[in-house]
């Protein structure tokens, strides 16, 4: 963050001081963990649903921190920030909020985010959202631009009314490129974002049916993601996904400029010519109006295309030619944990661990790489899809749960283990599309799905592992790579 004084954050945010003149700057990093506090941080206190931050004020000043934000008084110098009015509070949902303290410290770093994003005048701010991928494509679009100059992104994905102002404010006068996803559990939420640190370019990947239990349809959901693309400035970026109609229709809600990306002809930034390897790592042409370039990914699964696209697109609307995109995609590596992480056991199995977060469209795709990678060798690999429940689809649970089953089937999957009641609805689509035998089994939870697949996995088994990351699948992969070890 760029250097200020409490005196200064006060005034800001529109708050008051307490316990301090104001003099302390803030030089270090923002923080709502003591254990990450540094030397001239900022200390966030916010409530939570076991602690609350305003008890460990104290604590962060004697590790280092310059002053503390906080919702109320505590015994260390800080900014207190103001009640937040009733119209907003909705913006702001943090567990164990009870008097709205969290939120009124939530508005006030969002003051403070805009406020330092506004300073930057050589920061270019790129926002993407989607139903799915915004983890891997902001990755992807902060490793192709990084040649260009110092890049910030969030980790994993860091994408709420919290994680986006403290990603901001990870902002310097060096700071070229700042990477943000947004995400929206409403109407509005996207917005809100943009209005923290204003992008001028903006990708919208897909529209499925993540959240659609908040949005009610798909419609909605496209009502929600397009705020993005509304927020833009008339100097600014879209930048669609053309094999999407409701993401391709956004066009039309936006003065900036509209590149378009995809497989469809109509798209400018355009993939030709797809192919995937042992390991459904893709190769393909791109197709540029400046030109054409051959590449090949190192991340795996076809849909790793469309997020390359939009990187693609951004890197050359900023000056990169085609074959710095190419080689620079080439070169681009996995970063977040548990989004198809592919290991070869020693014994063969291939354990591939996309447990982070699942949505339908998100296993549509890991379940098609899965197929591919079982399929790459004569003969097949046994294929085992371990999924579990699907969060946040409200009364389409049933029916996209049952969907996936029967995906399952028609993809020749081997095995299927479904994970929990939640995801009932997953085995039984199973069972009546194609009559399986015992292909399909559903067990209680994770503990049940280690112990069968320790049983029956063999050498030369390919095991997918996905869930919502509430459910925290991914200790069943790390609980296979761990028996593949001994």
């Given at each position: 963050m760029i250097a200020l004084t409490l005196a200064e954050i006060a005034e800001i945010v529109g708050g008051r001081l307490h316990a301090t003149d104001g003099s302390p700057t803030v030089t270090g990093p923002i923080e709502f963990d003591t254990r990450k506090v540094t030397e001239g941080g900022l200390f966030l206190a916010l409530p939570g649903e076991r602690v609350d931050g305003h008890d460990f004020a104290a604590q962060a000043i004697s590790q280092g921190a310059a002053g503390v934000l906080a919702g109320r008084e505590v015994d260390a110098p800080a900014v207190i920030a103001p009640p937040v009015e009733a119209k907003?509070?909705?913006?702001?949902?943090?567990?164990?909020?009870?008097?709205?303290?969290?939120?009124?410290?939530?508005?006030?770093?969002?003051?403070?985010?805009?406020?330092?994003?506004?300073?930057?005048?050589?920061l270019t701010i790129i926002g993407v959202t989607g139903s799915a991928g915004k983890t891997s494509t902001k990755d992807l679009i902060a490793q192709?631009?990084?040649?260009?100059?110092?890049?910030?992104?969030?980790p994993e994905s860091f994408n709420n009314e919290l994680g986006h102002p403290w990603t901001a404010l990870r902002s310097t006068e060096d700071t070229r490129f700042l990477v943000l996803e947004l995400s929206a559990r409403g109407i509005g939420h996207i917005a809100n974002l943009c209005e923290i640190a204003p992008p001028k370019f903006g990708a919208v990947l897909n529209v499925g049916t993540a959240h659609l239990g908040e949005f009610g349809s798909r419609e909605g959901i496209a009502q929600g993601k397009g705020e993005l693309i509304e927020a833009l400035p008339e100097d600014g970026v879209a930048i669609l996904n053309a094999d999407?109609?409701?993401v391709a229709g956004m066009a039309s809600r936006t003065k900036a400029k509209v590149v378009l990306v995809g497989e469809n002809q109509k798209a400018d930034v355009r993939a030709e010519n797809i192919e995937l390897d042992e390991q459904a790592r893709a190769s393909f042409t791109?197709?540029?109006?400046?030109?054409?370039?051959?590449?090949?990914?190192?991340?795996?699964?076809?849909?790793?295309v469309g997020n390359a696209l939009v990187a693609a697109a951004i890197a050359l609307e900023l000056g990169a030619t085609p074959a710095e995109v190419a080689e620079r995609l080439g070169a681009a590596e996995r970063v977040s944990a548990h989004r198809m992480v592919i290991?070869?056991?020693?014994?063969?199995v291939t354990v591939i661990d996309d447990a982070y977060n699942a949505n339908p469209d998100s296993v549509r795709a890991a379940l098609k790489a899965l197929a591919t990678i079982s399929r790459a060798t004569t003969p097949a690999r046994r294929?085992?899809?371990?999924?579990?429940?699907?969060?946040?689809?409200?009364?389409?649970?049933?029916?996209?749960?049952?969907?996936?089953?029967?995906?399952?089937?028609?993809?020749?999957?081997?095995?299927?283990?479904?994970?929990?009641?939640?995801?009932?609805?997953?085995?039984?689509?199973?069972?009546?599309?194609?009559?399986?035998?015992?292909?399909?089994?559903?067990?209680?939870?994770?503990?049940?799905?280690?112990?069968?697949?320790?049983?029956?996995?063999?050498?030369?088994d390919v095991v997918l592992v996905k869930a919502s990351n509430a459910y925290r699948l991914w200790r069943i992969a790390e609980a296979l790579l761990e028996a593949g070890t001994k």
């Open positions: 907003h509070a909705n913006a702001y949902v943090l567990a164990g909020d009870k008097n709205g303290e969290g939120a009124a410290v939530l508005e006030a770093l969002a003051k403070l985010a805009r406020h330092v994003t506004d300073q930057l005048k050589d192709v631009l990084r040649p260009a100059g110092e890049v910030i992104a969030p999407d109609p409701l791109l197709k540029t109006a400046q030109g054409d370039a051959q590449v090949k990914l190192a991340l795996n699964g076809p849909h790793q290991t070869d056991r020693p014994d063969g294929s085992w899809a371990v999924l579990g429940p699907m969060a946040e689809l409200g009364d389409d649970a049933v029916r996209e749960h049952d969907e996936i089953g029967r995906l399952v089937v028609r993809l020749d999957i081997s095995k299927l283990v479904v994970i929990g009641d939640a995801a009932r609805a997953m085995h039984q689509g199973a069972h009546l599309e194609g009559s399986w035998g015992e292909e399909s089994v559903l067990v209680p939870d994770a503990d049940a799905a280690i112990a069968l697949l320790r049983a029956e996995i063999r050498p030369g």
